[in-house]
């Protein structure tokens, strides 16, 4: 089940220094990041091993998040580069309402293999 997690953030007056490090609960293999996004949804997609970190660094999105059959549909904004949202294999998600600006980070578990993605969603209750 998605959830977020706060990044340890330092801040003075010549600005802010955010760490990722010991926080995620997997080692970095891939990342990659979206960004120019028009109206359109990204994502509708849940893998079979791959765990997500999701990160803002510029703009906001949201990110709709289905965990499962019989669970509720959840809803996750990511507005501030501090804010992280950790995505479940099982996380069935998607992207969308990116502001123009928006760069979304995002940290993958595993290296891409076209094999991990599940496109089928679940029942929604």
Same mark, same amino acid.
């Given at each position: 089940?998605?959830?977020?997690?706060?990044?340890?953030?330092?801040?003075?007056? $010549?600005?802010?220094? !955010? *760490?990722?490090?010991? /926080?995620?609960?997997?080692?970095?293999? +891939?990342?990659?990041?979206?960004? #120019?996004?028009?109206?359109?949804?990204?994502?509708?997609? $849940?893998?079979?091993? !791959? *765990?997500?970190?999701? /990160?803002?660094?510029?703009?906001?999105? +949201?990110?709709?998040?289905?965990? #499962?059959?019989?669970?509720?549909?959840?809803?996750?904004?990511?507005?501030?580069?501090?804010?992280?949202?950790? /995505?479940?294999?099982?996380?069935?998600?998607?992207?969308?309402?990116?502001?123009?600006?928006?760069?979304?980070?995002?940290?993958?578990?595993?290296?891409?293999?076209?094999?991990?993605?599940?496109?089928?969603?679940?029942?929604?209750?």
């Amino acid at each position: 089940m998605a959830k977020y997690i706060d990044l340890q953030t330092f801040t003075d007056a $010549r600005g802010n220094l !955010t *760490v990722v490090e010991k /926080i995620l609960p997997f080692d970095i293999k +891939r990342v990659f990041y979206i960004y #120019g996004v028009d109206e359109t949804e990204r994502g509708h997609h $849940r893998h079979k091993k !791959t *765990v997500q970190a999701a /990160i803002a660094l510029n703009g906001s999105c +949201r990110i709709m998040n289905h965990a #499962g059959e019989g669970l509720p549909l959840e809803e996750f904004t990511l507005d501030k580069p501090s804010k992280c949202l950790i /995505i479940d294999p099982e996380d069935f998600h998607w992207m969308d309402n990116f502001t123009k600006d928006c760069i979304l980070m995002v940290f993958a578990s595993e290296y891409y293999d076209k094999d991990d993605y599940i496109f089928e969603p679940y029942k929604q209750i």
